[in-house]
Every structure is written in C-alpha cells, then in structure tokens.
C-alpha cells in the first residue's frame, strides 16, 4: 500500500491546519496509522497515532490538546487537525501504518511502521 500526505503549508502561530494520508494501492486494513514530524536538525518524532479497531488515540505530550487524529475509513483516509500551531511544530510530517497488534509503548518506534508517505512540509511563522 502507498501512503500519500497533503495538506501542509504555511501558517502563522495559532492557526490551523489539517492534514490527510490517503492509502492507495490497498487500504488501511486493520492497522494502526501514524503521524511522525521531523524539524530541521531533529530526529523524526512520534505526533500521534490511532487504531482501526476501536478508534483508540494515542498523542505525544507536546501535542496533545491541540492536535486531534481521526480516521474515515470508508474514505481510507486518516488525518491530523493541527490548532494552536506554534513554531516549534515546523516539521515535516510523515504518515505511517503498523500491525494492529502493536503495543502502546512502541508507538513511537519508527521501526514498527511498515509504509509511510513522502511528507508533508508544515511551516508556522512567529
């Protein structure tokens, strides 16, 4: 399956942005799907993640309350609404997908995830 990212750009701080990861080629299935982030100098980051199977979410600390993922399955889509931006959340973001199976304590193991998309830039000005 190929994952396709979109909807980045730029912002200025505390605005919004939304993000989507489309699979193609296949779908989703029951796996769980990803958002990474990686800044310029930094190592990719664990942004968020959420289950096929019960909808469960799981955020990074740094941005949880103002990040939300959800999914539309029936679109084969999972996307990331970004608020409050601040400029520390400049990065690219990446989108991935896992076995269903994975635990919680490896969410944020880059490589636990199968498939990922070629990013998309998000820029938020201060």
């Known amino acids: 399956v190929q994952l ?5 750009g730029l912002v200025q701080a505390g605005g919004s942005l939304s993000l989507s990861c ?17 800044a ?10 959420i289950r096929r199977t019960g909808g469960s979410t799981y955020y990074a600390d740094s941005v949880k309350g103002r990040f939300t ?7 084969n889509t999972v996307y990331l609404q970004l608020n409050s931006l601040k400029a ?7 989108c991935a997908a896992a076995r269903s199976s994975l ?3 490896s969410l ?19």
Do not use: H
Request: no cysteine; aromatic share 14%.
């Open 4 to 8: 396709q990212a979109s909807g980045g």
């Open 22 to 38: 489309v699979a193609s080629g296949g779908t989703f299935g029951s796996r769980i799907t990803a958002w990474f982030r990686q």
């Open 40 to 49: 310029p100098g930094k190592e990719r980051e664990f942004v968020a993640a």
């Open 69 to 75: 993922i959800s999914r539309d399955n029936a679109k």
């Open 88 to 94: 520390e959340d400049t990065a690219v973001y990446y």
């Open 103 to 105: 635990i919680v304590s």
């Open 108 to 126: 944020g193991r880059e490589y636990e995830y199968d498939d990922w998309g070629q990013g998309t830039q998000v820029t938020v000005s201060s």
